[in-house]
């Protein structure tokens, strides 16, 4: 719809005098750029032709005079794209670049405005009905950066969605980024199971900031994107399991790594996420591996004794349990007492039996043993 919305709004300004086949379009923040490819192949459907000044191709302002008068666009009306303003064809540029070979096209020519006024992305949306917002914070979250800004990477996006898709709903910055980023519990297990590529990943597609603002806003982390992604992801997965045995122990004001445990805000939400994630068959595999990394370098294996609960996010604390009811029925010599025992622990080896090491991991299949045996 926007390829369209845009032809037709040049199709527009040049039928305004069958005489005149040029039209200005500045962009000085160049918030239309990423647009201009495929804009040229709607617009040359129409008859019309797209020339841009791009000196990095060759296109400098002498051949943009030249393909609109005997080049290729010489047959044709001819929008002109210039990353430049209206006064710069009267002089020098702010870039050194003169451009005032095309000055005569400001009297010869039309340029495209909108209410008046240079064209932005974000009016000229708003011009063909999009609900955008009418706060000036709220807008300039949309328009910041320039070519980079969120609008730009969202309109980049959904270039060929309906009408209806634009006009529908608000856009509104939170609106835009849940749209770019997608799910962010889904993209941040993509990233903690590949740090590194994953970053890089978001870097190349320009989202990183997008990706960065969702999980904050979630989770209240900023991820390292740039420095140190695997450090992070690493770090970050430890706050899991620590907030895990934590809320599994009673939550006692005396864990060791009380510290290290996310804001009580967010709690919640992390631990939905890693109850998520250690049963996500794409992405469990890489919780695995954190978690047996971070069994070697934290000691909780005395706090669980002396603050019984059910944790299951590390495998040493969990067989630290199955070591201990071992131990207890070894202590038993009656077969009758040993039988009474397992069934009256049927609750606690259900639970455990399902547990995530047992279940999911398969380390300590003998919970589910013992479960068989209460039916024998």
Not at 71 to 93: C, H, Q, T
């Amino acid at each position: 719809m926007i390829l369209q919305w845009l032809r037709e709004d040049f199709e527009t300004l040049l039928r305004r005098d069958p005489r005149t086949r040029v039209a200005l379009w500045y962009d000085t923040k160049r918030e239309f750029a990423g647009l201009l490819a495929p804009l040229e192949v709607e617009l040359a459907q129409a008859g019309l032709a797209l020339l841009a000044l791009d000196p990095s191709q060759g296109h400098g302002p002498l051949w943009v005079k030249w393909a609109s008068e005997v080049g290729p666009a010489a047959d044709r009306k001819v929008v002109i794209w210039l990353p430049n303003s209206r006064d710069d064809l009267a002089g020098r540029a702010a870039d050194g670049l003169r451009v005032d070979c095309l000055l005569e096209y400001r009297y010869s020519g039309f340029e495209w405005l909108i209410e008046g006024k240079t064209p932005t992305l974000f009016g000229f949306l708003k011009s063909h009905k999009v609900s955008l917002p009418t706060k000036r914070s709220d807008q300039d979250a949309l328009w910041r950066g320039d070519a980079e800004s969120l609008l730009v990477k969202y309109t980049l996006a959904n270039l060929d969605r309906d009408e209806v898709f634009w006009t529908s709903r608000m856009l509104t910055a939170s609106v835009i980024r849940d749209a770019i980023v997608g799910d962010v519990e889904e993209r941040l297990l993509r990233f903690l199971t590949n740090p590194t590529n994953e970053a890089h990943g978001l870097a190349e597609v320009g989202i990183g900031e997008e990706f960065i603002t969702q999980v904050e806003r979630r989770y209240g982390e900023r991820p390292d994107l740039e420095n140190s992604p695997d450090a992070w992801a690493h770090a970050f997965t430890t706050r899991l399991v620590l907030l895990e045995v934590f809320t599994s122990t009673g939550e006692g004001d005396e864990f060791p790594y009380l510290t290290r445990l996310p804001g009580g805000e967010f709690r919640e939400r992390w631990l939905e996420f890693l109850a998520h994630w250690m049963r996500d068959l794409d992405h469990v595999e890489a919780f695995i591996r954190y978690a047996e990394a971070i069994d070697t370098e934290l000691s909780l294996a005395g706090w669980l004794k002396e603050h019984p609960g059910m944790t299951q996010s590390l495998l040493s604390l969990v067989r630290s349990r199955w070591d201990q009811f071992i131990d207890d029925l070894k202590a038993i010599d009656s077969g009758d007492e040993l039988r009474e025992k397992l069934l009256g622990s049927r609750a606690m080896l259900e639970q455990e039996a399902a547990g995530f090491w047992a279940e999911v991991a398969e380390r300590i299949p003998a919970w589910k043993l013992s479960l068989d045996l209460c039916d024998q």
